[in-house]
T-cell receptor, first 110, second 114 residues
Framework: TQLLEQSPQFLSIQEGENLTVYCNSSSVFSSLQWYRQEPGEGPVLLVT?????EVKKLKRLTFQFGDARKDSSLHITAAQPGDTGLYLCAGAGEAGKSTFGDGTTLTVKP | SAVISQKPSRDICQRGTSLTIQCQVD?????MFWYRQQPGQSLTLIAT?????????ESGFVIDKFPISRPNLTFSTLTVSNMSPEDSSIYLC???????????FGPGTRLLVL
């Protein structure tokens, strides 16, 4: 069974601070996705990383896929209240199924 | 991407009753999935909805409790049968895109069983 561990589980910061969320596994994934979910909504895809060592930037968000494709990180620069939500990483698995991490609940206070 | 709608968006039900949740996609997709999620927590896969054949259930989920239909490539239903308060949760459908690497989610159905 493939498992993804996310840390931290909860994060509460002030507007303007930086943060990093980690997603780790002992398994290799062909790709990894990051989602953000706001209350009352379904998860929304932020990015897919495919290549080991890949770095993708989405405005203030930087995503990195580990060289061995077992781990990933999400770094947010100068966090804003609009970044508040549940962040989920997911690794692509067999038969189209994904393995989801436990989630990181981020609260950015104005 | 894909545009996915779910009905109902939320419901309050009495124990012992059943609720059918609908999932509609704006384009044909091969793979559709049903998940359960407690608020603020991660997603648990219930089953894969297969078009033209029975759904494939994950460990801990059975067809009698969660019957699934997939009559075509754009639509699926999940029924939560003989509900108990423990079934109170958010139910999400998703579809696979980009060669199996990415899933897109519906807005979810919030179920409260009294």
């Amino acid at each position: 069974t493939q498992l993804l561990e996310q840390s931290p589980q909860f994060l509460s910061i002030q507007e303007g601070e930086n943060l990093t969320v980690y997603c780790n596994s002992s398994s290799v994934f062909s790709s990894l996705q990051w989602y953000r979910q706001e209350p009352g909504e379904g998860p929304v895809l932020l990015v897919t990383v495919v290549t080991g060592g890949e770095v993708k930037k989405l405005k203030r968000l930087t995503f990195q896929f580990g060289d061995a494709r077992k781990d990933s990180s999400l770094h947010i620069t100068a966090a804003q209240p609009g970044d508040t939500g549940l962040y989920l990483c997911a690794g692509a698995g067999e038969a189209g199924k994904s393995t989801f991490g436990d989630g990181t609940t981020l609260t950015v206070k104005p | 991407s894909a545009v996915i709608s779910q009905k109902p968006s939320r419901d309050i039900c009495q124990r012992g009753t059943s609720l059918t949740i609908q999932c509609q996609v704006d384009s044909q997709v091969t793979m559709m999935f049903w998940y359960r999620q407690q608020p603020g927590q991660s997603l648990t896969l219930i089953a894969t909805a297969n078009q033209g054949s029975e759904a494939t259930y994950e460990s801990g989920f059975v067809i009698d409790k969660f019957p699934i239909s997939r009559p075509n490539l754009t639509f699926s239903t999940l029924t939560v049968s003989n509900m108990s308060p423990e079934d109170s949760s958010i139910y999400l459908c998703s579809v696979e895109r980009q060669g199996g690497e990415t899933q897109y989610f519906g807005p979810g159905t919030r179920l409260l069983v009294l």
